[in-house]
């Protein structure tokens, strides 16, 4: 098949799609890339692969979702795919759109993770699901990385078929793994952190919804240091912690313990130097980031909400605490900042979990398989 994989900037493409765009080139499909243009769609080009530019606003701009539409209209009818695939909650509705519109013969959506939420006001969370399930009424086959957002779809009829299916998320495990000391001591001694000191690491967008107000007020009650990794992308609509970043950086006592990394292509390196990963997070779909510090043979902090809460097995694997509870968090922070013992235990817990469910290779051919079941 003619496959399209279509999500709204470079960064999704180059850091998530790219695996399952390989895994499809691999069984024999033609695959092209269409997102909004950026520096990393170059890295994904530098694979082989063809990418589409066209621009697509994370806003509520209709407007522009609508200039977005007939832009993808005028691809589609070009390229005449055979399945168009899309990912993302903007680029996955206009997508949809577009590709009826066109007469894609099937399309394809994975939910990364729904943007309506538990935790989200009741009137808002309907307008959303209600958008999921008249763009459901043109999907063909629905993929869910976590099984609780399966569950979600079938009972919602968020898709017009009953091809709904949870097929997890994965991380490459020749890449994440644990360091041996010398590598470990190399990337602290890079940073700047001493061997003895106990690191937790953190990864996500530097927006509030990640928990990073939570986790600020948390780092008070030990002496741990926290790296922090990521930035903020331009086209994110969520509310920043900017200030927040700047108070910590003036406090006497979290400014020297929080080190804030920004964007890294050494997270495997960063991770195997830490101690803990936390992801106190108000909101996710799968997160890929626990996979990689399970991966690792981290323990892992991470708030209960979809998707952690299937990755992490509560005082197994790491501990989940509630959302936006600093001194929950904290608590949690502390016991395993005082317990080497119960870090690895737990440590090895999660690696062995994440190696049996989260293999990339084992994710990626199940859902390929999925996908060529819709062929001709």
Known sequence: MKICQLCAVDFTLYHFLLPLMEGLRGAGHEVIGVCADGT???KVRAEGF???NVSIARSYDLARHARTAKALQTLFRRERFDLVHVHTPVAALVGRYAAWRAGVPKIVYTAHGFYFHEHMKLPLRAAHVGLEWLGGRVTDMLF???EEDAKTARHLALC????IHAIGNGVDVARFKPADPAARARVRAQLRTPDGAVVIAMIGRLVAEKGYPELFEAMRGNDAVLWVVGDRLKSDHASGVDAMIDAVKRDLSLGPRIRFLGYRQDVPDILAASDIFTLPSHREGMP????????TGLPVVATDIRGAREEVVEG???F???VRDPAALGTALATLAADPALRARMGA???????????EVKVVRREVDLIASLGP
């Open 40 to 42: 990393l769609a170059g």
């Open 50 to 52: 063809r990418v589409e």
């Open 144 to 146: 869910t990385q976590a």
């Open 160 to 163: 017009r078929t009953s091809r």
């Open 288 to 295: 890929r980031s626990i996979i990689e510090a399970m991966m």
């Open 316 to 318: 197994e694997t790491g």
């Open 320 to 322: 989940l605490v509630p």
């Open 349 to 359: 817990a999660g690696r062995e979990r994440a190696l049996d469910l989260y293999d």
